[in-house]
Structure formats: structure tokens, C-alpha cells
């Protein structure tokens, strides 16, 4: 079976997450630089099945947009022209970021391992991927 493929874009570094072939359980699968998210991507499913992209879309607690929204609409276009048959779904990512901290806080996560910005990113994408999952 394919896999979902969560992605928490982000201006700098973007975080991913998967699913198992039977897309039962998240996992955190990498943090990738923006600018080299198209070809890791490409690279990803050439190898991988993929079923669905799950875009993070972030906005504020009022609806509106935040500094990276329109950057992930222009992604979300990128996707849904390059790999028209992936299906494309945008997920509310609000709190995720917070979500993640905590998980690393309370999962005894050391301080310096906790400043790897990388490790905020893909955790937030496998929140955000295993809530949809439990939806």
C-alpha cells in the first residue's frame, strides 16, 4: 500500500513525516533545507509510493494568514502541476509547533538536542500527520 507523506513547510527547513505502508502509525522521516525540497521530494517518490501529500497550512488563531501561508499555497500549486496524481490535502497545523516542544520536554529530550531545529520540524509534521490519521 502507498504511504502519506506529511510536509511542514517552512521558509528555511521543512519537516517530513510518513506513514507505514498500511498508514496505521506516523513517523518522522526527515527535515529537509526549503530550497532543496522539490528534488528531495523527487528523489522520495521515485522510490516510495505515495498516496497523498498532507500540506501543514498555517494561519493564526483568527483565520488570517501568517508570514508563510502564501508560500505554502505556491508549494500546494508546485504539487498539485508536478504530481497531479498524488492527491493533495492542506491540514490546520496551528499548535503543532508547541505540540512538538512539549512532546520533546516531556519525552526528556536534552537541551541540546532540543535547539536541533530540524528536530522541532519533522516532529511537528508527524503530529500533524497522526492527527489526521486519528480523525
Given at each position: 500500500?502507498?504511504?502519506?507523506?506529511?510536509?511542514?513547510?517552512?521558509k528555511?527547513?521543512?519537516?517530513?513525516?510518513?506513514?507505514?505502508?498500511?498508514?496505521?502509525?506516523?513517523?518522522?522521516?526527515?527535515?529537509?533545507?526549503?530550497?532543496?525540497?522539490?528534488?528531495?521530494?523527487?528523489?522520495?517518490?521515485?522510490?516510495?509510493?505515495?498516496?497523498?501529500?498532507?500540506?501543514?497550512?498555517?494561519?493564526?488563531?483568527?483565520?488570517?494568514?501568517?508570514?508563510?501561508?502564501?508560500?505554502?499555497?505556491?508549494?500546494?500549486?508546485?504539487?498539485?502541476?508536478?504530481?497531479?496524481?498524488?492527491?493533495?490535502?492542506?491540514?490546520?497545523?496551528r499548535?503543532t509547533?508547541?505540540?512538538?516542544?512539549?512532546?520533546?520536554?516531556?519525552?526528556?529530550?536534552?537541551?541540546?538536542?532540543?535547539?536541533?531545529?530540524?528536530?522541532l520540524?519533522?516532529?511537528?509534521?508527524?503530529?500533524?500527520?497522526?492527527?489526521?490519521?486519528?480523525?
Amino acid at each position: 500500500m502507498p504511504r502519506i507523506l506529511a510536509i511542514d513547510y517552512g521558509k528555511k527547513r521543512t519537516g517530513l513525516a510518513w506513514t507505514d505502508p498500511m498508514q496505521i502509525i506516523a513517523t518522522a522521516l526527515d527535515t529537509v533545507d526549503t530550497s532543496g525540497l522539490k528534488d528531495h521530494l523527487g528523489k522520495l517518490i521515485q522510490n516510495e509510493a505515495i498516496e497523498k501529500f498532507l500540506l501543514g497550512y498555517p494561519t493564526r488563531t483568527d483565520g488570517s494568514d501568517t508570514h508563510v501561508t502564501q508560500d505554502v499555497r505556491n508549494f500546494a500549486s508546485y504539487l498539485e502541476k508536478t504530481y497531479p496524481e498524488i492527491k493533495l490535502e492542506l491540514w490546520d497545523e496551528r499548535f503543532t509547533s508547541r505540540m512538538a516542544m512539549q512532546a520533546m520536554l516531556d519525552g526528556g529530550m536534552s537541551k541540546k538536542k532540543r535547539r536541533q531545529k530540524g528536530q522541532l520540524d519533522k516532529l511537528s509534521a508527524t503530529i500533524m500527520l497522526q492527527e489526521y490519521l486519528g480523525q
